[in-house]
T-cell receptor, first 114, second 111 residues
Framework: SQTIHQWPATLVQPVGSPLSLECTVE??????LYWYRQAAGRGLQLLFY??????ISSEVPQNLSASRPQDRQFILSSKKLLLSDSGFYLC?????????????FGEGSRLTVL | TQLLEQSPQFLSIQEGENLTVYCNSS?????LQWYRQEPGEGPVLLVT?????EVKKLKRLTFQFGDARKDSSLHITAAQPGDTGLYLC???????????FGKGTKLSVKP
């Protein structure tokens, strides 16, 4: 069966510090991978998605970047965090070329920038 | 512009009551999904509806896709405290690769 894991689960960082959130998927090949941010326990904002190694699409211009160094690894980064980067970050995967685009989410990473 | 409107935003009910939450859009979707999210966790897929007019049941949960594939509803019978959570609907469009999420309905079922 497929699993998705992201870490760390909780992170408290000062403004201006770097960030690295990691996500790995097991049990599937060539997945589409996604990073979402969720504010105040509500709607999901798509940040980045990737259809293959080294292929990253950004949905929202911001202080963050993403990379996909391996087929089942997706990394969310920042060189200098802002207060507004605080939130709940979710990694997800879907079947490539899947008709319905169903998403399978990781456990989430709570980021607090002070 | 919010393409998927969910209502109500918040719902607090007593155990044993029935409830319906709605997901509406002016756009046509090729499929629509419902997710449930508990605090501090990622959303979990409940169901996918694909055909206009389709009804799917998952124990006490009944999902319906509108005939025109623009809206959907989720009905819960005899709600239990374990049903508490954020219910998100998400639509897929052929012309757009990524899902469009609603803002969710936050359900609280009190014992």
């Amino acid at each position: 069966s497929q699993t998705i894991h992201q870490w760390p689960a909780t992170l408290v960082q000062p403004v201006g510090s770097p960030l690295s959130l990691e996500c790995t998927v097991e049990g599937t090949s060539n997945p589409n991978l996604y990073w979402y941010r969720q504010a105040a326990g509500r709607g999901l904002q798509l940040l980045f998605y990737s259809v293959g190694i080294g292929q990253i699409s950004s949905e929202v211009p911001q202080n963050l970047s993403a990379s996909r160094p391996q087929d089942r690894q997706f990394i969310l980064s920042s060189k200098k965090l802002l207060l507004s980067d605080s939130g709940f970050y979710l990694c997800a995967w879907s079947v490539r070329r899947g008709r319905t685009g169903e998403l399978f989410f990781g456990e989430g990473s709570r980021l607090t920038v002070l | 512009t919010q393409l998927l409107e969910q209502s109500p935003q918040f719902l607090s009910i007593q155990e044993g009551e029935n409830l319906t939450v709605y997901c509406n859009s002016s756009s046509v979707f090729s499929s629509l999904q419902w997710y449930r999210q508990e605090p501090g966790e990622g959303p979990v897929l409940l169901v996918t509806v694909v055909t206009g007019g389709e009804v799917k049941k998952l124990k006490r949960l009944t999902f319906q896709f509108g005939d025109a594939r623009k809206d959907s509803s989720l009905h819960i019978t005899a709600a239990q405290p374990g049903d508490t959570g954020l219910y998100l609907c998400a639509g897929a469009r052929v012309s757009q690769g990524n899902l469009i999420f609603g803002k969710g309905t936050k359900l609280s079922v009190k014992p």
